[in-house]
């Protein structure tokens, strides 16, 4: 599957929690010396496990509280359409998520905006971008659960040293 020990599950928990740790904190933290902690930070980057660090931003304090899920259907299933399509949806600023999906709906998008006028906006670029067979928008009435963390222990349990 991978080549991942604990210590490197370990980094990419304490990372996924807090990315500003320095490295003397992360190597306490997860019970390595700072310089083989480091190595492991610097070679998880580079395979790409570690793929960026960010700063996550409150959408609601900034003006963007709405989230809409669109799902949209076409008849087009060219590797063409799909090619302009995704170039279209991907310069979307709206657009947090973009998934081809099977069953009933071909794509499906997360969507934050101000507000209804602001959907509609989006929803009008979008159509635009290109022929669409169906949209369905279902407006989040309340985020339950939020998190950028994956599960790491689902894969880590039981890894030797």
């Not at 659960?145 to 222990?153: A, I, Q, V």
């Amino acid at each position: 599957m991978n080549d991942l020990d604990k210590y490197d599950y370990a980094i990419l928990s304490a990372l996924q929690g807090d990315a500003t740790l320095s490295i003397a904190q992360l190597a306490e933290k997860i019970g390595l010396s700072s310089t083989p902690c480091w190595k492991r930070v610097k070679r998880l980057e580079e395979e790409g496990h570690i793929e960026s660090r960010v700063t996550l931003v409150n959408r609601r304090k900034v003006g963007l509280p709405v989230t809409v899920f669109v799902s949209v259907r076409t008849g087009d299933h060219d590797e063409k359409w799909l090619k302009n399509f995704a170039a279209a949806v991907v310069n979307l600023p709206e657009v947090l998520e973009f998934h081809r999906m099977s069953g009933d709906v071909d794509y499906l998008l997360k969507v934050v905006t101000t507000d209804i006028d602001g959907y509609d906006r989006f929803y009008k670029k979008l159509i635009k971008a290109a022929r669409l067979s169906g949209v369905s928008s279902a407006f989040s009435m309340e985020q339950i659960k939020y998190s950028t963390s994956l599960p790491l222990e689902l894969v880590s349990h039981g890894l030797p040293t």
